[in-house]
């Protein structure tokens, strides 16, 4: 099979991909829950929290945790999720983001997932407090891993015949 063939059936087959829709509609909420934490950090307001458990909001984003390199976590995880919806809606767009685009996105996915766990495991452990829009966002994440990886899978498929 030729590259210009493969090259068109790779972005013909994002066209029919319903997944890929789940996820970019999974990116936009992931962009507004991360925006969202992001906005409250920057301009030093709270975010809506549940008042139950351990569900602890501002302790969870006040803590050292919150950021890393200097750089707010909720900031990262919004540029996380734009980088991952950049590669989704370019992957009909470009014949590169067509070939490589899911491999791109499981990368990114996975790296935010293990972020999360790790975030989650300090929540756990040291603060002892939960946000409510962390575990969103880890969710949010979790999924598009989880179809990314379908993704991947379904269309790698072909080449092994």
């Known amino acids: 099979m030729s590259k ?8 013909s087959d994002t066209r029919r991909d319903w ?21 409250a950090e920057l301009t030093g307001n709270e975010t809506v929290c549940t008042d139950m458990g351990n569900i602890d909001c501002a302790a969870v984003q006040t803590s050292a945790y ?6 707010s976590v909720a900031v990262l995880g919004t540029l996380g999720y ?6 989704l809606v370019l ?6 983001a ?15 997932t293990m972020f999360q ?23 949010i994440i979790g999924l598009l891993l989880l179809i990314g990886t379908f993704r991947l899978y379904r269309f790698l498929q072909p080449l092994r015949t």
């Open 4 to 11: 210009t063939k493969a090259r068109s059936m790779a972005a």
């Open 19 to 39: 997944w890929r829709n789940v996820s970019i509609g999974l990116c936009i909420v992931g962009i507004l829950v991360a925006g969202y934490m992001a906005w």
């Open 66 to 71: 919150a950021k890393t390199l200097g750089l």
């Open 82 to 87: 734009v980088a991952i919806l950049g590669v």
């Open 91 to 96: 992957e009909d767009q470009i014949d590169l």
């Open 98 to 112: 067509a070939t490589y685009g899911r491999t791109a996105i499981v990368g990114m996915a996975l790296y935010g």
């Open 117 to 139: 766990v790790y975030l989650s495991v300090i929540e756990e452990t040291v603060l002892d407090a939960w946000c409510q829009w962390c575990i969103t966002s880890f969710v």
